[in-house]
């Protein structure tokens, strides 16, 4: 079954301060891996995409990992600012399809 | 640029009572669109997609229906609501199928009583 887990579920940090979020999937066959930022309320907003061959990806203080072999990615905040406070999705599409698996987020909360 | 757009943003609706949510993109042509529903903390659920006018396939059985009228107009309906409908509803849109990227829409949320 095609499935995406991440963790922690949610995760309280001080601003300044980094932090790792995790994500482990068992899509088969993988295209590519993708991760949102979904602020409350609002529509998710892709961070970065990432296909099998794609080792990292950095989109400023936000730099995501993917390792296709033990399937697992990883998205790395640095310097986190108040504004970072949403949730973070980790989706898996599998090869030739747009359906997409979602992941049920990591909640992130920075507080100063 | 191509925006997408959803209305309304906040529904209180009785259970039994319709449902009509509208969602529009500009600035694109044929593209895919999707309808997904995010239940409390849950992932994203794809409810509906739509390759082209007309053309809807459902991913869950449930008592909503999807229509495109126009091509880039995607609508979420319900002739009753249940208490489990409660959710925010989000509609996405992509390129043709080798798109790897969706955009998604502001959303809706919807309770019902």
């Known amino acids: 079954k095609n499935q995406v887990e991440q963790s922690p579920q949610s995760l309280i940090i001080l601003e300044g301060k980094n932090c790792t979020l995790q994500?482990?999937?068992?899509?088969?066959?993988?295209?590519?891996l993708r991760w949102y930022k979904q602020d409350t309320g609002r529509g998710p907003v892709s961070l970065t995409i990432?296909?099998?061959?794609?080792n990292t990806k950095s989109n400023g203080r936000y730099t995501a990992t993917l390792d296709a072999d033990t399937k697992q990615s990883s998205l790395h905040i640095t310097a986190s600012q108040l504004s970072d406070s949403a949730s973070y999705i980790c989706?898996?599409?599998?090869?030739?399809?747009?359906?997409?698996?979602f992941g049920t987020g990591t909640r992130l909360q920075v507080f100063p | 640029s191509q925006t997408i757009h959803q209305w309304p943003a906040t529904l209180v609706q009785p259970v039994g009572s319709p449902l009509s949510l509208e969602c529009t993109v500009e600035?694109?042509?044929?593209?895919?669109l999707y309808w997904y529903r995010q239940a409390a903390g849950r992932g994203l659920q794809l409810l509906f997609y739509?390759?082209?006018?007309?053309?809807i396939s459902s991913e869950v059985p449930q008592n909503l229906s999807a229509s495109r009228p126009q091509d880039r107009q995607f609508i979420l309906s319900s002739k009753k609501l249940l208490l489990s409908d409660s959710g925010f509803y989000l509609c996405?849109?992509?390129?043709?199928?080798?798109?790897?990227?969706?955009?998604f829409g502001p959303g809706t949320r919807l309770t019902v009583t």
């Open positions: 739509s390759v082209g006018i007309g053309q």
């Open positions: 600035g694109t042509s044929n593209p895919n």
């Open positions: 989706v898996v599409s599998g090869y030739n399809t747009d359906k997409l698996i």
């Open positions: 990432m296909t099998f061959s794609e």
């Open positions: 994500c482990n999937y068992t899509v088969s066959p993988f295209s590519n």
């Open positions: 996405a849109w992509s390129e043709t199928w080798t798109s790897y990227e969706q955009y």
